[in-house]
């Protein structure tokens, strides 16, 4: 039976925030999905959700709900038959989606490194002590303080351009984002250095895009799976088990990247307290098959690690 394709006159509903970078990859999955069914970009229409995360942001994301501030609007259209996909940043997304939904497929994934930022300092380490910092991450404000307790770190909520707009306006002298938000956006004129992972491990997802629907609608799943990007999805699988497992949230500063080299996968975690005074790290390598189940053992050796006393702060 052919599918039942898109048209202007009855266009595929692409649900999205109205950030710059959000916007960025809603196009980016139009346009995959328009080249692979030989559509013109009319056949799609992008509609932009605001969500709580974007409504409220003089106030750390832990205090006013975790990561669901970010899906739970867009959630809820796609539930009522508004939209027909939602796209989203991965490293926002919780690791248990609202029932009757589903989140299976990945985009290519973009550079995972978090980049320095600042109008005066070339590297971290030129900051000189007593530097102010500002990040809304839990987990780069936990790096941060593990490597300089030098450094003073105030919370710098905002998407990508409000955040720059800080920095020149001197709320601090130095931020951190992601690379792959700078790329999408093509913002070259940011002066950016890449931070190694081995010296600032990403956040679990950092760099990919994922494309909720949903669970029974078959027709969007067939073309979903024309632009799915498989080894993005077994990096993935193996990482958001891991954050799974340690019930991860904005309020756990986690950090994990999985990589695949052939037939295997290698994963790294690292494990925080929030005051960045102590960290947990482990490196696992399986087969690609075997990555979840990796992640999963991984968080729980951790956990045993770490002992009841690491883990106070959660609550």
């Known amino acids: 039976m052919p599918l039942d394709l898109p048209t202007p006159a009855k266009p595929l509903m692409i649900g999205t925030r109205g950030s710059p970078l959000a916007l960025a990859q809603a196009h980016e999955t139009r346009s995959r999905l328009a080249h692979a069914f030989d559509l013109p970009f009319e056949a799609f ?22 990561k669901g501030l970010f899906t739970r609007e867009i959630e809820d259209a796609m539930l009522k038959g508004e939209i027909d996909i939602a796209v989203h940043s991965m490293k926002d997304m919780p690791t248990l989606q609202p029932d009757g939904l589903l989140l299976d497929t990945y985009l290519p994934r973009e550079d995972v490194r978090d980049a320095f930022i600042s109008p005066t300092h070339g590297a971290l380490a030129d900051l000189p002590a007593g530097t102010v910092v500002g990040t809304s991450s839990l987990r780069r404000r936990a790096q941060l303080k593990l490597r300089r307790p030098d450094l003073e770190v105030v919370e710098f909520r905002g998407n990508l351009q409000t955040r720059l707009m800080k920095l020149d306006q001197g709320v601090a002298a130095a931020t951190f984002l992601a690379m792959a938000g700078l790329n999408r956006l093509k913002m070259d004129e940011v002066s950016a250095t890449a931070i190694s992972e081995d010296d600032m491990l990403p956040a679990v997802a950092q760099g990919a895009i994922g494309i909720e629907r949903r669970m029974d609608d078959t027709r969007v799943a067939a073309m979903l799976e024309a632009i799915h990007d498989g080894p993005t999805g077994q990096r993935l699988a193996a990482e958001r088990a891991f954050l799974k497992a340690l019930d991860g949230s904005c309020e756990t500063p986690i950090a994990g990247l999985a990589t695949l080299n052939g037939s295997t996968l290698t994963l790294r975690g690292e494990v925080l307290r929030p005051d960045g005074s102590d960290a947990i790290t482990d490196t696992a390598t399986c087969a690609i098959e075997d990555g979840p189940d990796a992640g999963a053992q991984m968080a729980a050796q951790m956990l045993t690690e770490a002992g009841e006393g690491f883990f106070d702060w959660r609550g």
């Open 45 to 66: 229409t992008i509609v932009v959700i605001k969500t709580t995360g974007d409504k409220i942001i003089d106030r750390p994301l832990k205090e006013i709900g975790g």
